[in-house]
């Protein structure tokens, strides 16, 4: 199973939005709604932001939103805060109990 | 406090064998779907595998990069989770983290146990 295709970097300005892209194919992204995307700061582990797509766990702030299309989906930040720099990763069930992660974008807020 | 925290990361030569744990509390390993989900440096994250929980079935599932090498298991009186690695090869070195399963996403984290095969 092939990594999700992320790209490297992304980056904005205070009060921007930036979005990330995770492209899969449809044995992953484009056939199950069971994408997560995760951030994580230095020397931390990941926290969940998103879950199946487009749904934010309790105390994720709405500036996080997320959807899919096909086989690519995107996450946005909007309002960039100096929090936000960090890095992104997705995920996406694979089918057969199998998960596939994202190769991860590291966020600067300039 | 839901709260998950690994431990066990070494030093470990090519060949050798490692048992990573993962102490987890606020909640029942038994009730949960638990993976072990690996980082390994200038990479990325790697999905390691899964233990359902027993009213799932209790399937186990593993990566192809660590399948008939390592072994998940849980020990429900202790409310613990381990991972037991053998055969190790350099490539395994990561950060080995575990984590709990909802909806097809990982909801909770420990902050990762290291683990470096080296000579």
Redesign the interface.
Known sequence: QSALTQPPSASGSPGQSVTISCTGTSSDVGGYNYVSWYQQHPGKGPKLIISEVSKRPSGVPERFSACKSGNTASLTVSGLQSDDEADYFCSSYAGNNIYVFGTGTKVTVL | EVQLVESGGDLVKPGGSLRLSCAASGFSVNDAWM?W?RQIPGV????VG?IKSKGNGG?I?Y??PVKGRFIISRDDSKNMLYLQMNSLKTEDTAVY?CTTE???????????TMVTVSS
């Open positions: 993976n989900v990325g994250l790697e999905w899964l399937t599932d990566g192809a983290y909802l909806s097809g996403a990982l909801d909770m984290w420990g902050q990762g």
